[in-house]
């Protein structure tokens, strides 16, 4: 692929996603969601955000990639998650444990 593609493709992702946000404003304007749905909107980030860790702690190009340094890393964010650690502590944990066991090992 390209360079040029590459790009075509990161602005029109751009282009899309300014537009499926600005669609809920410009098509409920001032109404309000039933509770319900608000509850199902709020958590729509999270559950992205947990789909997207699965895909790089265990996704390869089409295939399942299960190794132990991966799999600790994620344990270790696991943990100091559980333990209150700040977002980018986790991240940093996560990526120290995985880079000492792919030394290791």
């Known amino acids: 692929m390209s360079s040029t593609t590459v790009w075509i493709v990161v602005g029109v992702v751009g282009v899309v996603t300014i537009c499926c946000k600005g669609a809920g404003p410009v098509l409920l304007g001032r109404r309000t969601l039933p509770p319900r749905a608000l509850g199902v909107v709020s958590l729509v980030a999270p559950v992205m955000l947990a789909a997207l860790?699965?895909?790089?702690?265990?996704?390869?190009?089409?295939?399942l990639v299960v190794d132990?340094?991966?799999?600790?890393?994620?344990?270790?964010?696991?943990l100091a998650l559980v333990r209150g650690a700040s977002l980018l502590l986790v991240m940093v944990v996560a990526a120290v444990v995985a880079a000492v066991l792919r030394l290791a090992f």
Not at 53 to 63: F, I, M, P, S, Y
Not at 68 to 76: F, H, I, Q, S, V
């Open 53 to 63: 860790v699965v895909v790089q702690a265990v996704g390869g190009d089409h295939e």
């Open 68 to 78: 132990g340094p991966r799999l600790a890393g994620l344990g270790a964010a696991a």
